[in-house]
């Protein structure tokens, strides 16, 4: 994909047009969030817009990268949120520990949940007989034949058919096996055991899981309850998935409790909260939602509540020791990206309090630069995913201040609602902000309806957007169901927009026609090079923004129609697009 070049910016600074970076540097894989900016890509907006030593504020702050960008460049940094895990992981992300004495306390917090549990991961090694440690377990769900109605093994039933789903079958009468039947239970298939005797974990027929007494467990009780979206959307009842604890092993929860009570018992706060946090990085993989493969891992469901028909029950205290690792990494290069630059990281004034983004308690034209990443419609229900976490932590978020679009009908939570939020937010931001300050706000979406809302409330909330500053964020991802049929319908780039205060700024938008939208796509496909639907997209509506078009018809699906007309296709192993022959 090409990259554009810089453009021709005020007297403070350049952002590029667009913004290529990755998504693999320690901070960002310290822990996980439903969506995260990556802070290489926030760094040079703050550089740019906000002079050394001001003060940075993120209204919608999630995991807080924001703060890490503004410490790693010498800026001060205000973050709120409404999420209580978006506090507690942004707050951990700022909370710079001493590497050594974490490693040791975290050493024997282990040591002593270990002694807690006893040999609950203890299994016997295949190899020598001996006694050899658990690394992970895969289970298979057991379905209901649609035939004989005989429980059959998802697992079983797949490996006879040499991993090809359509060939399954029951094995007692022949009937397809589906991941749609019934699920009727959960059984253990194989084991991955460490042992001396082996230098790679050894692969064994699984031995039956220990009985664990949970009866009385502080395991958090919490319901996923029924006016949950994320309820409605993974079928929950009709799987009996309706709790947190459903989601575990017995054997990870009472490892679960263990650990969580010994770090609770650490005096030091700094430190006992940064186990904390590695504690709930470890809490999605230790779940049922780690789905397996034939191939290998396809990693934690983090976006959903999906259980594959076949998933890993991985060791907890293994999962967490990794977790320490990756904390200390992360703070590591907290430090060095900043040392960098000139500045000590560990002495950069920074806070993350609770409050709703259209509420804020700063006071009037306190803060030099806003950089804001406010949820994108209905695309992600943060507070729903967020249960899985936050029952271990002080609090549950405040699902009637979010700012989301329920996907079903009847509900609170409207577009109209979200469009007041988003108004009243982006009012906020222009209130806090200093004379001449700016406003960036990161967004994706493939509905031009949701980009009209935004279009809307940066109008209604006093604002321009500055057309020439507008810049794409790739982070490199891609729709795997886009590349499957042929053609994205799902957007895999955002836009960052940047504002400034105008009193009268424009509120009503010229539509375009269809003939004006199909020549301004021909053109960005002949001067783009090689580019994705999603990127061609995100080129007509920083076009479309810049000519003062209404972007409310101009989804991702119709934008690409043009292109589907012409004869392009795309290429299943780059995602890029392909011009006719």
Known sequence: MQTMGLQTMSDIGGVAEEIVVGRGDPAYLAHAYL????????????????????????????????????????RR????????????????????????????????????????????????????????????????????????????????????????????????????VSSKLERVGEQPVLDYVICPCSPKQREQPAVAAPDIDIDGLEFPQVEITPDREMYRASALRKNGYTTVASFYSPRNRRALVALRDEICKVEDRSLSQKLLFAFTATLTRASKRYQ??????????????????????????????RKTTAVLKADDWIRTQAFTRNV?????????????????????ASVDYVFTDPPFGSNLFYADMALF???????FTDVDKEAVIDRSTGTKRTADRYEALLTESLKQCRRILKPGGRISMVFGNSSGKIWAVVQRAVAAAGLRIEPEKIAILNKGQRSVKGLASGFEHVATL??????????????????????????????????????????????????????????????????????????????????LLVEPE
């Open 35 to 74: 969506t995260k900016v990556p802070v290489p890509a926030i760094t040079p907006f703050i550089e740019a817009y906000c002079p050394s030593g001001g003060l940075v504020a993120d209204p919608f702050a999630g995991s807080g990268m924001t703060g890490v960008a503004a410490r790693i460049t010498g």
């Open 389 to 395: 976490q936050e029952g271990w932590l002080d609090g």
């Open 292 to 321: 397996w493969s034939p191939k290998g891992p396809l990693n934690a469901a983090n976006q959903n509540y999906y259980i594959a028909p076949v998933f890993y029950e991985w060791n907890v205290f293994e999962l967490f020791a």
């Open 494 to 575: 955002d836009l960052v927009l940047t504002m400034v205060p105008q009193a009268d700024a424009e509120a009503s938008f010229k539509r375009p026609t269809t003939g004006a939208v199909a020549a301004a796509m021909r053109e960005l496909v002949g001067a783009a090079g090689p580019a994705s639907p999603s990127h061609l997209y995100l080129e007509l509506l920083r076009r479309a923004l810049r000519e003062g078009w209404s972007v409310a018809d101009l989804d991702l699906q119709t934008a690409t129609t043009t292109l589907l007309d012409d004869g392009w296709s795309i290429d299943s192993k780059t995602g």
């Open 77 to 176: 940094t205000r973050l709120s949120d409404i999420s209580v895990l978006g506090r507690h992981i942004g707050s951990n992300y700022l909370n710079l520990v001493e590497g050594y004495e974490f490693t040791e306390t975290a050493r024997a917090v282990v040591k002593r949940a270990k002694d807690a549990v006893g040999g609950i991961y203890e299994v016997p090694c295949g190899g020598c007989g001996g006694a050899g440690r658990l690394a992970k377990t895969v289970w298979s769900v057991l379905v209901r034949c649609g035939g004989c109605e005989a429980p059959v093994n998802y697992h079983r039933s797949f490996e006879a058919a040499k991993w090809s789903k359509p060939k399954m079958v029951c094995p007692r009468c022949a009937a397809h």
């Open 344 to 364: 000590d990281a560990d002495a950069v004034p920074a806070e993350y309090v609770t409050e709703s983004a259209a509420e804020l308690s700063l006071p009037d």
